[in-house]
């Protein structure tokens, strides 16, 4: 029994052995070769992309995936089901990928995932974004360069998100108060807001230990005149007073009681909660909390303002925010290469862009179509504002980028919740813990 | 495993008093052996697919971890790519603050719950015991948390802690005037001691059940025997019926240690590992270090440190169960 026993333990080990050996080939381009036109055959494809609701409350990814088809008689495009949460899909992704599955042909991917994915080979190479200048051009500079990584391009941009501010406008109406435009004038309104009692707390934001609270660090910080780190997230710039100030005003904000120290609990929904709730005055959130807060179960439905986020007295300039959004990449596995690519290329042109932007709530990433008269003159705020507004992007330049946010929010966070404590230490541990992440040896 | 081999190897126990049997028996024997051996391989051959598949599907992953984790890993267009065979995986490990932490956090989580699991457990199994009519209800009632999936059960808590809307959190506000709104699941004590709350919610009817399955198996005369000598009830149940319940209340304790160290679905729904690392287990750790941040060599590193962990804990208890049984048969 024993002999046996080591027996087939030997086996199994060989069988590893012999897998490694087998898979420790790698590298290469995974499109060599093979043909990237449009099939003339029918062929079908599968898609992989979470609900999104267009204006009527339809499946916005049947209209562009009809629409498209429509484009290209040849190309069927199934819906694939998708895991709730950006971490579960991006589980789901890789573990299929990376074990070779063609499917799903194209996915709908974070804007903060291309790095990491083309580090992983995860995602199929578009062309060198220099080569493809007419494309690219057509974007604002900060989407295309986020879909970067080396020279190539790994997505095709489908919607942008920017953050912005939103705020009861009946309450200020109210008390005769002006919209904000600086961080400092929002604490004297939101104060004076919930000692008057009309709300239970003054501004809500994001500060759960989550990439969410990075996003608001991120903007936060380039309302002061910092950055987390240079544009090709190479070095890292947090070591410095715009990152003391800002860390200052976000305990400030909790210590003073603009923001109730809940806010290190709240991502994006919670935050939501409490503003279409009725609670608080003041919510930063993305283009969608336009939507939200106007929804019909929703208690400030019709009371509710959107404007650009405000910027320090005196520093800089107002209407910054930090990149969201989602892109669609192509599996570098996919069996219908010419199909997929064409798909997900078409969703970032003019005519998927436009169907979009007039029939849904989500923000075009085409210049062109944005800042087109029928696009920013509708009734939602959010894209007259986006037109508007300056992106600011996350270093995810760097394919560490998920331990670079670690390093950010796991720092900033116990700050918040208490309201204060050592600043200058917690920026720098974020610093020496984000080099660390650069470095790709954090864990 | 042991019970194969021992049923396998030992040889069928000859008849009393037949000792001529070595010396004029011989050939028998041989044929005897002979027929064994043919009748194991035939064994092995008819369980040959089963084993194949249970090696494919077990032990071939475990190892294929286990090489990952001293390893340079890479996805490549063509699969996982090892680079090169290294120990920096585990040094990486050394290196890091958060792995310490998780270990002393899941080891802490691990004696905090299963303890209070089991002293709670055995008390309403007591309870149970007593009760006539009502046992079954009340079993019925007390199975319900432990049949709840703990990703339902652990989102059910996760609004009850909220920060904005929790009942908890509200419960402590209102009713033991705090001045603002705790942050239950904001801070890391709070945050654990949360997390080791719906724990125990969920799993003390499981330690319930199976020592209350030890005690009505208790024999009654000792009891008889106990109240003759005039014992108190007090006496009673340190003296009479937990050294009887022991081997009862190891195995709760065996399947409770091994499941708490490996908690992964509560941690993941109720604080995704938050505050910061504050209730980050081994297993979440892995998981994200492997799925998040895509770094395969030292997440395998995590994995096979933890299975090492969750072995030797195993053992632990195992060998405590042993001397407990060993103790009841000479008792």
């Keep these: ?443 | 495993m042991r019970m194969l081999t021992e049923g396998a190897a030992v040889p069928a126990p000859r008849p009393p008093g037949d000792d001529r049997r070595p010396r004029a028996g011989a050939p028998v024997r041989d044929h005897r052996d002979a027929n064994e051996r043919r009748m194991a391989r035939v064994g092995w051959i008819y369980t040959m697919p089963s084993l194949v598949v249970i090696a494919a599907v077990t032990i071939f992953p475990i190892l294929f971890s286990v090489v990952l984790s001293f390893a340079r890993v890479r996805i490549t267009y063509e699969g996982f790519s090892v680079e090169a065979l290294t120990l920096r995986n585990y040094l990486a490990l050394l290196n890091s603050g958060d792995w310490y932490y998780a270990i002393a956090f899941t080891v802490g989580y691990t004696v905090v719950t299963v303890a209070v699991e089991l002293v709670l457990g055995t008390l309403a199994a007591l309870i149970l015991e007593r009760l006539a009519g009502a046992r079954g209800w009340l079993m019925a009632l007390l199975l319900i948390p432990w049949s709840m999936i703990t990703v339902v059960s652990a989102q059910l808590w996760s609004y009850m802690y909220n920060s904005s809307y929790g009942v908890i959190t509200w419960v402590l506000e209102a009713v033991l005037g705090l001045e603002s709104a705790p942050l239950i699941l904001g801070r890391p004590l709070p945050a654990i001691t949360a997390m080791m709350v719906a724990d125990i919610w969920k799993t003390t009817p499981f330690v319930a059940i199976i020592v209350l399955a030890g005690l009505v198996m208790l024999p009654r005369d000792v009891y008889e025997a106990a109240e003759v000598d005039g014992a108190s009830s007090w006496t009673m149940f340190w003296r009479v019926t937990l050294p009887q319940l022991r081997a009862t209340i190891a195995v709760a304790l065996l399947f409770r240690v091994l499941q708490a160290f490996g908690v992964f679905d509560l941690p993941f729904v109720l604080t995704g590992g938050g505050p910061g690392v504050a209730t980050q287990s081994l297993a979440v750790m892995g998981y994200k270090v492997l799925f998040q941040d895509l770094n395969i060599g030292p997440g395998a590193a995590i994995a096979t440190s933890t299975g090492l962990l969750v072995g030797g804990a195993c053992l632990l208890c195992l060998k405590a169960f042993r001397s407990q049984i060993g103790r009841e048969e000479l008792s």
Excluded at chain 1, 271 to 280: R, V
Aim: include cysteine.
């Design chain 1, 1 to 443: 029994m024993r002999l046996s026993r080591r027996t087939l333990l030997r086996a199994a080990a060989a069988m590893a052995a012999t897998s490694l050996a087998g898979c420790a080939t790698g590298g290469g381009d995974p499109l060599a070769g093979r043909s990237t036109a449009v099939p003339e055959e029918p062929v079908s494809i599968g898609w992989m992309a979470q609900r999104l609701a267009d204006n009527e409350g339809r499946d916005l990814r049947r209209t562009l995936a009809e629409a498209f088809q429509r484009r290209y008689p040849t190309i069927t495009v199934h819906l694939t089901e998708v895991p709730p949460t950006t971490d579960v899909r991006r589980t789901t992704l890789t573990t299929q990928i990376a074990s070779g599955s063609p499917q799903p042909d194209v996915y709908l991917g974070d804007c903060v995932w291309p790095a990491q994915f083309a580090h992983n080979s995860l995602a199929a190479p578009l062309g060198a974004v220099a080569e493809h200048r007419r494309f690219w051009d057509g974007f604002p500079e900060p989407v295309a360069e986020a879909v970067r990584y080396g020279r190539q391009a790994w997505a095709y941009p489908l919607y942008v998100d920017y953050a912005f501010l939103y705020y009861r406008a009946d309450l200020l109406d109210k008390h005769g108060l002006a919209v904000p435009r600086t961080w400092e004038e929002l604490v004297r309104t939101a104060l004076r807001l919930k000692e008057a009692g009309d709300v239970r707390y003054g501004f809500v934001w994001q500060a759960a230990s989550s990439e969410a609270l990075t996003c608001n660090v991120n903007e936060l910080l380039a309302d002061a005149g910092g950055a987390l780190m240079d544009a090709e997230a190479r070095r890292v710039l947090v070591r410095s007073d715009a990152a003391r100030h800002t860390l200052e005003f976000m305990a400030g904000l909790v210590a003073d009681g603009v923001s109730p120290a809940a806010v290190g609990t709240f991502a994006e929904e919670q935050a939501m909660t409490a503003f279409s709730s009725g609670q608080a005055a003041f919510l930063r959130n993305w283009s969608y909390a336009w939507g939200a807060a106007n929804a019909e179960r929703s208690a400030v439905r019709g009371k509710v303002g959107a404007t650009l986020r405000p910027a320090f007295d005196g520093v800089g300039r107002r209407g910054l925010a930090t990149m969201g959004g989602w892109h669609n990449f192509v599996n570098p596995h996919t069996e219908q290469l010419g199909a997929a690519l064409a798909f997900a290329r078409w969703m970032a042109e003019e005519e998927a862009q436009t169907l979009m932007a007039t029939t849904s709530p989500y923000t075009p990433a085409l210049s062109s179509v944005l800042s087109a008269p029928a696009v920013v003159g509708q009734d939602n705020p959010t894209f007259r504002l986006a037109s508007e507004a300056e992106l600011v992007l996350r270093p995810t330049r760097s394919p560490y980028y998920p331990q670079i946010s670690k390093a950010v929010y796991t720092n900033v966070n116990p700050i918040v919740v208490a309201g204060g404590g050592d600043v200058g230490g917690a920026v720098d541990a974020m610093a020496d813990e984000m080099t660390q992440a650069r470095d790709g040896a954090a864990l």
